[in-house]
Nanobody
Framework: QVQLVESGGGSVQAGDSLRLSCAASERTFSRYHMAWFRQAPGKDREFVAAITFTGGTTSYADSVKGRFTISRDNAKNTLYLQMNSLKPEDTAVYYC?????????????????WGQGTQVTVSS
C-alpha cells in the first residue's frame, strides 16, 4: 500500500508561485496514475490536476489551466505541482492522490490512496 506525503505548502501573496511535492513510499509509484485535489473551508474536495503513470497525459481543472503544471519524477517516486500566478481563490488544503486503475482522471473516487494534505494560503 503506497503512502503519500505532501510538502511545499505555505502562505504567499497573490501573484506568487509555490511548488508542491508528494513523496511516495513505494518504488511501484511509477505504476500509479496521480492527481492533485484541493479542499477549501466549507467546500467539497475538487479536482486540480492529474497525470498518467507514464507522464504522457495530463489533465487540469479549468480554474488552473495555464497557471499550474503537474509533473512527476518516477525515479524519485515524487509528484509535483508547480503553481504560478496564485490567486486568493486558490487557498485550500492540497492533497495528492494515487490510483492503479483510473478511468477518468478527474474523478475523486477513482483514487485509492491519499496524502494528509498541505495548506496553501494566498492573500490579496
Amino acid at each position: 500500500q503506497v503512502q503519500l506525503v505532501e510538502s511545499g505548502g505555505g502562505s504567499v501573496q497573490a501573484g506568487d508561485s509555490l511548488r508542491l511535492s508528494c513523496a511516495a513510499s513505494e518504488r511501484t509509484f511509477s505504476r500509479y496514475h496521480m492527481a492533485w485535489f484541493r479542499q477549501a473551508p466549507g467546500k467539497d474536495r475538487e479536482f486540480v490536476a492529474a497525470i498518467t503513470f507514464t507522464g504522457g497525459t495530463t489533465s487540469y481543472a479549468d480554474s488552473v489551466k495555464g497557471r499550474f503544471t503537474i509533473s512527476r519524477d518516477n525515479a524519485k517516486n515524487t509528484l509535483y505541482l508547480q503553481m504560478n500566478s496564485l490567486k486568493p481563490e486558490d487557498t485550500a488544503v492540497y492533497y495528492c492522490a494515487g490510483g492503479l486503475r483510473v478511468g477518468i482522471l478527474s474523478m475523486r473516487n477513482q483514487y485509492n490512496y491519499w496524502g494528509q494534505g498541505t495548506q496553501v494560503t494566498v492573500s490579496s
